[in-house]
């Protein structure tokens, strides 16, 4: 086997961010990718000429994934989704409270249940969006262009038109759309239910879309993130570093493992933490 500087176990975003970096800072560098093709849970397919992500993904701009991909070469395209959107309960329809102060104007709730809902958005993103499963559909055109984003006040159920912020296809007329269930901890997901349930809930958002369907992927089972970083795991990852103390050499980086930023952030995040530490050490 030929020398190589760096072996790179994983080809999703931090791996490939990783070898990439050392790539370019001049380093030979190996990517070791178990399955047949590159990007983990950030790859997409293409159906109908369209790209379809793995259930709905967004990069927020404001975060440090961008700043990283930034220093790749790589500018991410696409717009930014509006702020706004719809609340679903059984046949209702509300809009959706994104601002604290729209939250604070809202018939939709009383007090009592505004304070509710930011206790339950605030529980959402300390554990309740690790695992779900997904229901992402290419439709010839979408029956209620008006709703681009909707969650369920019932279900943890998710909707959103990612064709309103960018392309995925050179169509006029296709719309790439996602639905999601997140499954809670302590769930055992029942999976032809949750997908009656993620159909219905398309069905009450969008009337008639079965008959505009062109591709139809279902995926049961995905993981979201292996760990989501609450402020706990911030504060004991804040002391660690991904070199691992115990194997000189060996790095961790993920979104499993990461003091900054979430998901995809924090995946390039650590990467790019790893490889500033690796290169440090060899300047050395
Ligand atoms: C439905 C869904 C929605 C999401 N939405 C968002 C979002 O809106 N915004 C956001 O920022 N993030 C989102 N994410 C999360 C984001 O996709 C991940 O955080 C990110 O892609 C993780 O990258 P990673 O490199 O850490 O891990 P992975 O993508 O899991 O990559 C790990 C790679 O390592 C390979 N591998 C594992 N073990 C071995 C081995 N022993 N040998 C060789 N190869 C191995 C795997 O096959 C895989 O390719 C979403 C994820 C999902 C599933």
């Known amino acids: ?26 380093k030979t560098v190996m990517l070791v990718e178990q399955s047949e093709r590159l990007g983990g849970r950030a790859s997409s ?3 109908e000429g369209c790209f379809v992500n793995r259930g709905p993904h967004a990069l927020c701009q404001k975060w440090i994934g ?17 702020l ?3 609340l679903t309960e059984r046949e209702h329809e509300y809009e959706l409270p994104m601002t604290p102060l729209s939250l604070l104007k809202t018939n939709v709730f009383t007090w009592k249940q505004k304070k509710e809902f930011l206790s339950l958005l605030f529980r959402l993103t300390r554990q309740d969006l690790e695992k779900g499963a997904a229901l992402d559909v290419i439709v010839k055109r979408l029956p209620n262009p008006d709703i681009s984003f909707a969650l369920d006040l019932e279900q943890p159920l998710y909707f959103s038109n990612h064709s309103a ?10 719309q790439v759309i996602h ?31 079965q008959n505009e369907v062109l591709k139809k992927r279902y995926l049961p089972a995905m993981t979201v993130s292996h760990s989501l970083v609450t402020p706990e795991r911030a504060a004991m990852l804040s002391k660690e570093s991904p070199a691992i103390k115990e194997i000189p050499g060996l790095y961790a980086v993920g979104d499993w ?28």
């Open 1 to 26: 086997m030929e020398h190589v500087d760096v072996c790179v176990i994983g080809g999703g975003l931090s791996g490939l961010a990783s070898a990439v970096c050392l790539a370019g800072a001049g």
């Open 45 to 47: 397919d293409v159906y």
């Open 66 to 82: 961008m700043k990283v991909l930034g220093q790749l070469g790589i500018v991410p395209k696409g717009g930014t989704l509006a």
């Open 84 to 86: 706004g959107g719809t």
């Open 165 to 174: 912020a960018a392309v995925f296809t050179n169509h006029p007329d296709y």
């Open 179 to 209: 639905t999601f269930k997140y499954h809670r901890a302590s769930e055992i997901p029942d999976s032809d239910q949750d997908r009656e349930l993620l159909e219905a809930f398309l069905d009450r958002l969008q009337p008639g879309w």
């Open 257 to 284: 493992f990461a003091r900054e930023g979430l998901l995809a952030d924090a995946a390039l995040a650590s990467a790019y933490e790893a490889v500033q530490d690796i290169l440090k050490m060899e300047g050395k």
